[in-house]
T-cell receptor, first 113, second 110 residues
């Protein structure tokens, strides 16, 4: 069965500090992995995705994620956080049809000045 | 270029009533899926439609139904509303294994 675990419910970082959000997945086949960001009351915006190939993927807004098959992980990173990055972050695993996603419970990011 | 549009944006219904939510996908996208996001949780998959046919269904009761029209727009219907159906309902259209989400419909059941 497909599932996604985001172990950190809430993270607080200082502006300019580095960030890593954890994601572990369970999926029977080769996973398609995604990170989405959601601002309060808004829909989901795609940050980056992994389908195959290079295990380090670059996304928008300076985010990157690394796929580690041996650890079933797809952690999101950013070297220097900006106040505007405060939001809810969701990791998701999807089928190759691209429209059946299984989301984690999310990590809420607070950025302090 | 218009993104995924959902209507209405907000809705208040009474327990036992029926509700219809609407979604227009991005032009050219033939697949639409629906998700329920309860406050504080991640979105839960409800349905996927492709070319007007149901291609997937999540673990939701039969009170939930959906359909897709020839123009690829979609409706989500929920009968006999319960307080627990209060949530943000998200629609996504997809192309080449990438999904694009609408802003959602916030349903409150009182």
């Amino acid at each position: 069965a497909q599932s996604v675990t985001q172990p950190d419910i809430h993270i607080t970082v200082s502006e300019g500090a580095s960030l890593e959000l954890r994601c572990n997945y369970s999926y029977g086949a080769t996973p398609y992995l995604f990170w989405y960001v959601q601002s309060p009351g808004q829909g989901l915006q795609l940050l980056l995705k992994y389908f195959s190939g290079d295990t380090l993927v670059q996304g928008i807004k300076g985010f990157e994620a690394e796929f580690k098959r041996s650890q079933s992980s797809f952690n999101l990173r950013k070297p220097s956080v900006h106040w505007s990055d405060a939001a809810e972050y969701f990791c998701a695993v999807g089928s190759n049809t691209g429209n059946q996603f299984y989301f984690g419970t999310g990590t809420s990011l607070t950025v302090i000045p | 270029d218009a993104g995924v549009t959902q209507s209405p944006t907000h809705l208040i219904k009474t327990r036992g009533q029926h509700v219809t939510l609407r979604c227009s996908p991005i032009s050219g996208h033939k697949s639409v899926s629906w998700y329920q996001q309860v406050l504080g949780q991640g979105p839960q998959f409800i349905f996927q439609y492709y070319e007007k046919e149901e291609r997937g269904r999540g673990n939701f009761p039969d009170r939930f139904s959906a359909r897709q029209f020839p123009n690829y727009s979609s409706e989500l219907n929920v009968n006999a509303l319960l307080l627990g159906d209060s949530a943000l309902y998200l629609c996504a259209s997809s192309f080449l294994a990438e999904a694009f989400f609408g802003q959602g419909t916030r349903l409150t059941v009182v």
